[in-house]
């Protein structure tokens, strides 16, 4: 079995900051693709910030220059620090990660099962 794990969402002021962690545990036997997504109220669920084993990074416009993802491939983990905060940046943020499990040959989708971000005065 593979779990992803998010951790870090929560309350904050506009402007603000936030870093979320998601952990990926289990089986592995190397991850590809690594990313945050985020669905907010009545909306449907949209691309934040992805990275690739090779460092390579993509952003929303929304939240460039805003947000950085990074991962540690040691800890098999990916991070997404969020500055400047707005109230749009408000729902439940998703990680998702393409990996390969031990003795598998194909890589397959994990999705977490996310944690709520709430900017608001």
């Known amino acids: 079995q593979v779990q992803l794990v998010e951790s870090g969402g929560g309350l904050v002021h506009p402007g603000g900051s936030l870093r979320l962690s998601c952990a990926a545990s289990?089986?592995?036997?190397?991850?590809?693709?690594m990313g945050w997504y985020r669905q907010a109220p009545g909306k449907q669920r949209e691309l934040v910030a992805s990275?690739?084993?090779?460092?390579?990074?993509n952003y929303a416009d929304s939240v460039k220059d805003r947000f950085t993802i990074s991962r540690d491939n040691a800890k098999n983990t990916v991070y997404l620090q969020m500055n400047s905060l707005k109230p749009e940046d408000t729902a439940v943020y998703y990680c998702n990660a393409r990996i390969r499990r031990s003795g598998s040959w194909s890589y397959m989708d994990y999705w977490g099962k996310g944690t709520l971000v709430t900017v608001s005065s």
């Open positions: 289990g089986s592995i036997f190397r991850i590809d693709y």
């Open positions: 990275i690739n084993s090779d460092g390579s990074t």
